[in-house]
């Protein structure tokens, strides 16, 4: 009587599991406009410089100049032309949004304030991940969930009183603490309590359409408050629903389970078969609180297996390079496709709010395709369209004028922004495939922090733009490209038995093509051609172990 014995007697589908999913969809709205915030607040309007704010000792020349920066003036003592700077701006407000740019005018020659402040958002994101990872295995999933939410609430909050760069990266700093941890942890309790054959549809499209939801709402919300201010606080509201939900969930009964706490796991499965009208007999628990306890007494010879275990044999420590290096370029893209909004002859606002109706599509093609061409072909097809689409997106700014081409490249930022979440999507269930089981949680968790850590640089990339409009795009093109060639260099996972230790992990797809995808028959070698037996060197006292290969 194991947790998914016990749990599909106590019901594994039914109206807890309804309320269950009701919430992961409520906080996956919360964390889109957490999120994405970011992005509301910082949209830049057209602005050109200000001729009543010049100084009134020279006279100002070419009135209708669409200069943003400077200005031209005559100087009577010089008698020449001079080029002053700006002290302050003309902004084309959108329905008279006003944005933290157009409030503190950091344009110019202080553009730069807005991106050092937007990246400490990413240094944030980065420690919450650890932080709070650290406290989920403390002190349970769903205190931890709770707590990270209000964290990530309360620093915008804050960042809507900020009028400074030091305090506004104060503000970005505390917001970014929740930023993985307030959808990573809500998501496993999800996935504990649900049926495995109702996980992969009711996870991704719950995911799909609130997070949908919440990205389409945001620029409207914002149009309507009026001002950066007033969209952090009603963005950072609805946080405190989460104070509610001890009331409606129950705390993670395998968190309880590794916590030694057995009768607390029975007592939670108790409150679920009540929940769901399920008639459960006492002997069921009894069994299943027996059977963790003869569990127990046999782990006291558990695999003693680290992640920097990983590192250590050539396999798998090219394979989590490879993961490492993907992590990052997937996190930039990713950021750097649903925020590069500007310039495109559309309202910033509009084309956000449009485009973000491409996660749902997106969550669609991961179930309907992932299971037939693979996981590595999923991962790789994603970034490499992905990434001609992107290049193609900057040449196209570059070649084009946007206020008359405006409908095509609203177009092709969708289908960039498209191509992003599938191959964010996708990464997550590869990654976590290809890790070990024995090290998975910590390799995940590891994976996340380095990718976070690498999203500290989105920011500059969005900035390169200032230079020259198409930059952002091509250089993240070219990041992409390099991430689906690695893809070609990992196994595929599909329809295979996955590694449990780090034995198992260096041998994993042993002698199977680069070019090996499940849709195709060339190209794997794993079965026709490698032995049934494999032996490899151990991590710690280099004895050969035989590790068998399931064919």
Same mark, same amino acid.
């Given at each position: 009587?194991?947790?998914?014995s016990?749990?599909?007697?106590?019901?594994?589908?039914?109206?807890?599991?309804?309320?269950?999913?009701?919430?992961?969809?409520?906080?996956?709205?919360?964390?889109?406009?957490?999120?994405?915030s970011?992005?509301?607040?910082?949209?830049?309007?057209?602005?050109?410089?200000?001729?009543?704010?010049?100084?009134?000792?020279?006279?100002?020349?070419?009135?209708t100049?669409?200069?943003?920066?400077?200005?031209?003036e005559?100087?009577?003592?010089?008698?020449?032309?001079?080029?002053?700077?700006?002290?302050?701006w003309?902004?084309?407000?959108?329905?008279?949004?006003e944005?933290?740019?157009?409030?503190?005018?950091?344009?110019?020659?202080?553009?730069?304030?807005?991106?050092?402040?937007?990246?400490?958002?990413?240094?944030?994101?980065?420690?919450g991940?650890?932080?709070?990872g650290?406290?989920?295995?403390?002190?349970?999933?769903?205190?931890?969930?709770?707590?990270?939410?209000?964290?990530?609430?309360?620093?915008?909050?804050?960042?809507?009183?900020?009028?400074?760069?030091?305090?506004?990266?104060?503000?970005?700093?505390?917001?970014?603490l929740?930023t993985?941890?307030?959808?990573?942890?809500?998501?496993?309790?999800v996935?504990?309590?649900?049926?495995?054959?109702?996980?992969?549809l009711?996870?991704?499209?719950?995911l799909a359409?609130?997070?949908?939801?919440?990205?389409?709402?945001?620029?409207w919300?914002?149009?309507?408050?009026?001002?950066?201010?007033?969209?952090?606080w009603?963005?950072?509201?609805?946080?405190?629903?989460?104070?509610?939900?001890?009331?409606?969930?129950?705390?993670?009964?395998?968190?309880?389970?590794t916590k030694?706490?057995?009768?607390?796991?029975?007592?939670?499965?108790r409150?679920?078969?009540?929940?769901?009208?399920?008639?459960?007999?006492?002997?069921?628990?009894?069994?299943?609180?027996?059977?963790y306890h003869?569990?127990? @007494?046999?782990?006291?010879?558990?695999?003693?297996?680290?992640?920097?275990?990983?590192?250590?044999?050539?396999?798998?420590r090219k394979?989590?390079?490879?993961?490492?290096?993907?992590?990052?370029?997937?996190?930039?893209?990713f950021?750097?496709?649903?925020? @590069?909004?500007?310039?495109?002859?559309?309202?910033?606002?509009?084309l956000?709010?449009?485009?973000?109706?491409?996660?749902?599509?997106?969550?669609?093609?991961?179930?309907?395709?992932?299971n037939?061409?693979?996981?590595?072909?999923?991962?790789c097809?994603?970034?490499?369209?992905?990434?001609?689409?992107?290049?193609?997106?900057?040449?196209?700014?570059?070649?084009?004028?946007?206020?008359?081409?405006?409908v095509?490249?609203?177009?092709?930022?969708?289908?960039?922004?498209?191509?992003?979440?599938?191959?964010?999507?996708?990464?997550?269930?590869?990654?976590?495939?290809?890790?070990?089981?024995?090290?998975?949680?910590r390799?995940?968790s @590891?994976?996340?922090?380095?990718?976070?850590?690498?999203?500290?640089?989105?920011?500059?990339?969005?900035?390169?733009?200032?230079?020259?409009?198409?930059?952002?795009?091509?250089?993240?093109?070219?990041?992409?490209?390099?991430?689906?060639?690695?893809?070609?260099?990992?196994?595929?996972?599909?329809?295979?038995?996955?590694?449990?230790?780090?034995?198992?992990?260096?041998?994993?797809?042993k002698?199977?093509?680069w070019?090996?995808?499940?849709?195709?028959?060339c190209?794997?070698?794993?079965?026709?051609?490698?032995?049934d037996?494999?032996?490899?060197?151990?991590?710690?006292?280099?004895?050969?172990?035989?590790?068998?290969? @399931?064919?």
């Open positions: 009587m194991d947790f998914e016990v749990l599909e007697k106590c019901g594994s589908f039914g109206r807890y599991q309804f309320v269950l999913l009701g919430l992961y969809g409520y906080t996956n709205m919360l964390s889109s406009l957490h999120y994405f970011q992005t509301i607040i910082s949209f830049t309007p057209p602005h050109t410089c200000n001729p009543s704010n010049t100084p009134e000792t020279y006279a100002y020349v070419n009135g100049s669409s200069a943003r920066c400077s200005y031209i005559w100087d009577p003592v010089l008698q020449q032309d001079q080029e002053i700077k700006c002290q302050s003309n902004f084309e407000r959108e329905s008279g949004y944005s933290i740019t157009t409030e503190l005018e950091w344009v110019c020659d202080d553009a730069y304030k807005l991106a050092v402040g937007q990246s400490f958002f990413f240094i944030g994101s980065v420690l991940t650890l932080f709070f650290y406290l989920a295995d403390r002190i349970g999933r769903l205190p931890a969930c709770m707590l990270t939410t209000l964290t990530g609430a309360l620093g915008d909050f804050i960042t809507s009183f900020v009028n400074s760069l030091p305090f506004f990266s104060m503000g970005r700093f505390i917001s970014g929740s993985d941890t307030q959808y990573i942890l809500m998501y496993i309790l996935f504990e309590y649900l049926s495995p054959k109702r996980r992969t009711g996870l991704n499209m719950v359409v609130f997070y949908c939801i919440g990205l389409m709402i945001s620029p919300l914002a149009f309507w408050v009026g001002t950066w201010r007033n969209y952090l009603v963005a950072s509201l609805p946080a405190l629903g989460v104070l509610c939900y001890p009331c409606m969930l129950f705390e993670s009964a395998e968190w309880l389970l030694r706490q057995f009768e607390k796991a029975a007592q939670c499965l409150r679920i078969a009540k929940f769901n009208g399920r008639q459960v007999d006492e002997s069921v628990f009894d069994q299943f609180i027996k059977f003869e569990k127990l @007494n046999e782990e006291q010879k558990t695999t003693s297996d680290t992640f920097m275990g990983m590192l250590r044999t050539p396999r798998l394979f989590t390079i490879i993961l490492f290096i993907k992590s990052m370029i997937i996190t930039v893209a950021d750097i496709l649903s925020r @590069n909004m500007e310039g495109m002859g559309i309202s910033p606002f509009k956000f709010s449009y485009t973000g109706f491409t996660y749902l599509p997106a969550g669609i093609t991961i179930i309907l395709f992932q037939y061409i693979g996981r590595k072909g999923m991962a097809a994603s970034l490499f369209v992905g990434a001609i689409i992107t290049a193609a997106t900057g040449f196209l700014v570059a070649s084009l004028n946007p206020a008359e081409h405006a095509i490249l609203a177009f092709m930022v969708g289908l960039g922004r498209y191509g992003g979440v599938v191959a964010y999507d996708a990464e997550a269930q590869y990654a976590a495939e290809i890790i070990p089981t024995s090290v998975r949680g390799g995940m @590891n994976i996340h922090v380095v990718g976070y850590g690498f999203g500290f640089f989105s920011s500059y990339i969005i900035f390169l733009g200032t230079y020259y409009k198409p930059l952002p795009s091509i250089f993240i093109s070219l990041l992409m490209f390099i991430g689906a060639a690695l893809c070609l260099t990992l196994p595929e996972t599909l329809h295979k038995k996955l590694p449990q230790t780090l034995a198992d992990g260096e041998v994993f797809g002698g199977e093509s070019y090996y995808f499940p849709c195709f028959k190209g794997r070698k794993s079965i026709e051609e490698t032995p037996v494999a032996a490899i060197v151990s991590m710690e006292n280099s004895p050969t172990t035989i590790v068998k290969e @399931n064919p």
